[in-house]
């Protein structure tokens, strides 16, 4: 499977690489073991340079991505990677209602913006989604 398309049969519509970026280690183990559960391959990292280096490294179809890290933040992550990587699917995460750190990522191309605490049915389904447009 690869970002341009591929699909070999209905399985892989819902089968694909999720990359999640958060300094929570809670939460990416959540995020790990709903997605995992559900047939994705998913790895983590715990801040914005780790994630920018696993996204090279992995090249996963989407990123969960927290606005809100220590050192680097999801903003500037985000900036980092559409350098090197334009296709990849994007969903931010925050618990923050900060509109002005919502509106500096709206030129780099997000899929779609989550709340935590997120609910694992509406994760699920965004990665699907996004996996779907993906296709």
Not at 36 to 61: C, H, L, M, Q, T
Not at 62 to 81: A, C, F
Request: hydrophobic share 45%.
């Amino acid at each position: 499977m690869d970002k341009q398309g591929g699909n070999d049969g209905p399985e892989e519509i819902i089968k694909g690489k999720i990359l999640v970026i958060d300094d929570e280690a809670d939460l990416r183990a959540a995020f790990i073991a709903v997605l995992s559960g559900e047939g994705f391959s998913v790895v983590a990292a715990a801040d914005g340079r780790e994630g920018i280096r696993k996204n090279i490294e992995y090249d996963p179809d989407v990123i969960i991505l927290d606005l809100k890290m220590p050192v680097l933040g999801g903003v500037e992550t985000l900036k980092e990677i559409r350098k090197t990587d334009k296709k990849v699917w994007v969903i931010i995460l925050t618990a923050y209602g900060a509109a002005g750190s919502v509106r500096e990522t709206d030129e780099l191309d997000v899929f779609e913006y989550a709340s935590k605490p997120f609910r694992n049915a509406v994760i699920i389904a965004s990665v699907k989604d996004a996996l779907s447009d993906a296709r």
